[in-house]
Structures are given as structure tokens and as C-alpha cells.
């Protein structure tokens, strides 16, 4: 009853394809009636709640498929394929995006972490992975339709905004997403640091030894956690996220020199060699039979 409630709230106050603001800092609803083929993405840490249709990601060739049953959490900066396919106006793609608050998620990962020794979820030395798909579960289900209630009460929303956002963090925390959150948002976030790092500085030239260094680790263990949370390792990494951010540019209309420039390129063949290689075709080939092919059009903000 609760989730049927959800998609009535966003069903109601998204009569056109795109985003609508809730009134909750981080909390929007969005509607998708045109199919979405996977496209180069990069996902900033989100939570999505989809209520009617269905999204996909891939990151390394691994499929994230997540509909009415499965919510998807993203607690890194990701590059990513992403789509959804079978949008239509019969079956439109309907759904609640939250864009993760750090402050608010660390005040309450720190407090978790204080009344149960630190020592919730995985073992030691194990990293989660960045994506991650949980079930709807009561809570989460429940602390959702609280917030959403909120929708076009601008006084309460206001009042009680945080209160609830908070509540459904809780939530979250607490399901099968909470351990990749905590790993992200808690004390010891190393390698969401480093991720930080890096993707803030994607036309910079950064070694592994530099980002080892600043999280004080070896660099065969820095290697190894970081492949543990983004399935990549930090080489794949940054090229992943230079070429996914390039192809976003390129597909919103940015020549293929300055889309290269911008992601630090400094060869424009050498762009085009591993745009290639990761795309099977020329950028510029790429450009004409993708107009517009920006996967991350439902979840990159």
C-alpha cells in the first residue's frame, strides 16, 4: 500500500518527461516515457527508487538491474553505461532520485558506529563494492512515502525536511545497501577519498603512488581495495571516467577536441585510439549514430 502510494505522488507530479523538485534539498521525481539505450554515464553517489518501469547500469561488463523490487545505491563516483530500454508512455520509467548528503550521512554513520563497537558488516580489510541494489523493504518503503508526503508543503517541508531525509538515510543504512555506505561515508573512507580525488582532477596527470600515499597505503593494497569497490583498477579507472566523460560531452554537442582537451587528452589521436577501443567506433562516428546519447540523462546531475 505504502509503495503504490510513492508511485501515485510521483505519477501525479511528473506530468512530463525530466526532473521535478520536491521541496527536500537532494530529492527530486522523474519520468521517462522514450527508451534510453545505454550510454556512457558517470553517477555521482545517488540513491534511485524507481516505481514503475525499469533502469539499467553496467560497470565492467556486471549488469545493475533495479525496478519496483530492487532500489539502487551508488556511494561513488562512477563512469558507467546506463539506459532504460523499455520506457514508453504505456510503461513509463517512473522513480525518486536522492542525491546522497555527505555531512547527513556521515553525522549518522559515525553515530551507528559508536553504539555498536565500529565493527558492523564485513570483515577486515574487505571493501564493498560502490553500486549496489537492495530490496524495498518495510522501512526503506515506509520512511520514503514519510518524506514524499512532505511534497508541495512548503512550510513542512522546510521544518521537517531534514528530519525525515535523515530517517530514510537510516533506513538505507540499515538495509542491504547500509555496508557500501558505511565503508563510503564512514571514518577510515580512503578509497572514496582517492576516488574524490581523482575524479575532481580528471585533466591532471595523478600516479597510483601519489593516491596510495594519500591514503596511506602500500600500493598492492591500495590496488586491491580499490579494484574491490569499483571493479576497476585505479588505470582502468580514470580512463573509464576521462572517456564516459567525453562522450557525454560529445553527445551534448562539444567538439571532439575540446570534449578531449577537457578530460586530459593531449593527443587528439590518442583520444581517438581508446574512444575507439572502448566505444567500437571513431568519436566522431560515434557522435552522428548517438545524437544525444547521454546515458546518465535520468541520474547524472
Known amino acids: ?32 516515457t522514450t527508451p534510453l539505450h545505454c550510454a556512457p554515464a558517470v553517477y555521482e553517489p545517488c540513491v534511485v527508487a524507481i516505481v514503475s518501469g525499469s533502469k539499467e547500469a553496467i560497470v565492467d561488463s556486471q ?46 554513520t559515525i ?4 553504539v555498536s563497537d565500529g565493527r558492523r558488516g564485513s570483515q577486515v580489510g574487505s571493501q564493498p563494492p560502490g553500486l ?11 520512511a520514503l512515502l514519510r518524506l514524499l508526503e512532505l511534497e508541495g508543503k512548503q ?22 545497501a547500509g555496508e557500501s555506505l ?33 591514503a ?4 598492492a593494497v591500495f590496488h586491491r581495495k580499490f579494484k574491490q569497490a569499483t571493479a576497476m583498477s585505479p588505470i582502468q579507472f580514470v580512463k573509464s571516467m576521462r572517456l564516459n566523460k ?25 583520444f581517438s585510439r581508446d574512444f575507439k577501443k572502448r566505444y567500437g567506433q571513431s568519436p566522431k562516428i560515434w557522435s552522428q549514430s548517438n545524437p544525444g546519447a547521454v546515458g546518465g540523462l535520468v541520474l547524472e546531475k
Open 63 to 108: 549488469r545493475y538491474r533495479y525496478d519496483q523490487q530492487k532500489y539502487f545505491c551508488c556511494t561513488l563516483s562512477m563512469p558507467v553505461e546506463a539506459g532504460a530500454p523499455e520506457a514508453s508512455p504505456k510503461n513509463p520509467l517512473l522513480g525518486v532520485y536522492l542525491s546522497l548528503n555527505t555531512r547527513v550521512l556521515t553525522e549518522l
Open 132 to 142: 549496489a541494489l537492495a530490496s524495498w523493504d518495510e522501512k526503506f518503503t515506509d
Open 111 to 114: 553515530a551507528m558506529g559508536s
Open 246 to 270: 567525453a562522450a557525454m560531452r560529445i553527445a551534448q554537442g562539444m567538439t571532439v577536441n575540446e570534449a578531449a582537451q577537457e578530460v586530459g587528452y593531449q593527443s587528439s589521436s590518442q
Open 155 to 176: 512550510e513542512e517541508a522546510s521544518v521537517l525536511g531534514e528530519g525525515r531525509l535523515r530517517e530514510l538515510y537510516y533506513a538505507i543504512l540499515k538495509g542491504e
Open 216 to 219: 596511506g597505503m602500500s600500493r
Open 1 to 32: 500500500m505504502s509503495k503504490e502510494r510513492i508511485r501515485e505522488i510521483v505519477a501525479r507530479r511528473t506530468s512530463a518527461d525530466g526532473f521535478v523538485e520536491t521541496g527536500v534539498e537532494g530529492v527530486q521525481l522523474f519520468r521517462l
Open 182 to 214: 558505511r565503508h563510503s561515508f564512514g571514518v577510515g573512507n580512503e578509497v572514496g577519498r582517492a576516488i574524490h580525488h581523482l575524479s575532481s582532477r580528471l585533466s591532471e596527470v595523478v600516479t597510483i603512488e601519489e593516491l596510495a600515499a594519500r
